[in-house]
């Protein structure tokens, strides 16, 4: 069993507040919110960063943003922006090793980032 911790969020094996889910990708509400809206969209299937993407993930990749719109309308965040956030490795900030998308949006952004 994998001990990566959004392997088990997306497996229903550990809770979160689900957003939306497909066949291929999860999504969830960040434990620690950095925005009114901070989602998390995840893969099901395990990739430990953006260094790992290949052509073989287009469509995947494709469906995260395509999924990521979908939010931000449903919220509203598409009238005022938003930002898609994706930390790739230490010096980035990330610190879970699934890779994951942060949809952030409610408040005005700041640039560049921290
Ligand atoms: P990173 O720092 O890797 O870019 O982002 C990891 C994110 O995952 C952080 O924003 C953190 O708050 C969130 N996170 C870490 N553990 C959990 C958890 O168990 N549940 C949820 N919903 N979010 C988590
Ligand atoms: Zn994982």
């Given amino acids: 069993m994998s001990a990566c911790i959004f392997c088990k969020i997306a497996a229903g094996e550990i809770p979160s507040k689900k957003v939306m889910e497909t066949d291929t990708i999860f999504a969830f509400e960040d434990?620690?919110?950095q925005a009114p809206a901070h989602i998390l969209i995840v893969p099901?299937?395990?990739i430990e960063s953006s260094l790992a993407f290949s052509k073989d993930e287009a469509s995947l990749l494709c469906e995260?943003?395509?999924?990521a719109n979908d939010i931000a309308r449903q919220r509203g965040l598409d009238k005022k922006g938003f930002r898609i956030v994706t930390n790739t490795g230490l010096e980035a900030g990330q610190s879970v090793f699934h890779v994951h998308f942060h949809?952030?949006?409610g408040r005005p952004?700041?640039?560049p980032p921290g």
């Fill in 31 to 33: 434990i620690h919110p």
């Fill in 44 to 46: 099901k299937r395990h």
């Fill in 64 to 67: 995260i943003f395509l999924a």
């Fill in 103 to 105: 949809l952030l949006g």
């Fill in 109 to 111: 952004m700041g640039w």
